[in-house]
């Protein structure tokens, strides 16, 4: 591995790239049964700094573990959704629903939406945690009580179910390629 670590290198610097050794990440991809039986060493050098393996590398703003599992993706999107929510909420008695579901869309739906496609065919419970945050986004837009049924609501807004929002993702970038 050493030795194509540094064929990379050399291969940057002949075409005028650099590589931040200082940046640089290091993670091995394996299934979690394999994962047992290989033997990993603590660190490697990339030019002239020493590298520590990652169990996760974040990259364009999509987290991945060594597993190639989403989630910490997801969790960390549901977690800054939920805190632009919060935001959301704080400010909601002052706006119209148009104006929260202009903020909604901007600040939930986008990130709920940006690289959903890595999401296809994952684990249900990764998809049920991203829907929860936009049921709960239709609630706050809409001002519906916790306890109702939300579905009628989110065809009210247009709002597709996050599952249907990947698919529709997919055929979008497929009829692109095509």
Not at 32 to 48: E, F, N, R, Y
Not at 91 to 100: E, L, V
Not at 124 to 144: C, E, G
Request: with cysteine; proline share 2%.
């Amino acid at each position: 591995m050493q030795l194509c670590i540094n064929d990379v290198k050399s291969w940057m610097t002949v075409n005028k790239l650099k590589l931040n050794d200082d940046k640089t990440e290091i993670m091995l991809v394996s299934s979690k049964q394999m994962a047992h039986k290989l033997t990993i060493p603590d660190s490697m050098i990339v030019g002239d700094a020493t590298v520590s393996f990652s169990k996760s590398v974040k990259n364009l703003g999509v987290t991945l573990d060594n597993h190639l599992e989403m989630d910490k993706h997801v969790s960390e999107t549901v977690r800054v959704a939920n805190y632009q929510l919060r935001r959301i909420a704080s400010i909601r008695h002052y706006i119209t629903s148009d104006a929260a579901a202009t903020l909604v869309s901007a600040y939930i739906l986008s990130r709920l939406d940006y690289c959903n496609s890595l999401l296809y065919n994952c684990h249900d419970y990764l998809v049920d945690k991203l829907q929860v945050v936009m049921n709960n986004a239709a609630r706050l837009v809409l001002r519906i009580p916790r306890r109702a049924h939300i579905t009628p609501h989110l065809v009210s807004l247009h709002w597709l179910p996050v599952q249907d929002r990947i698919s529709y993702k997919l055929a979008s970038l497929y009829f692109q390629c095509k």
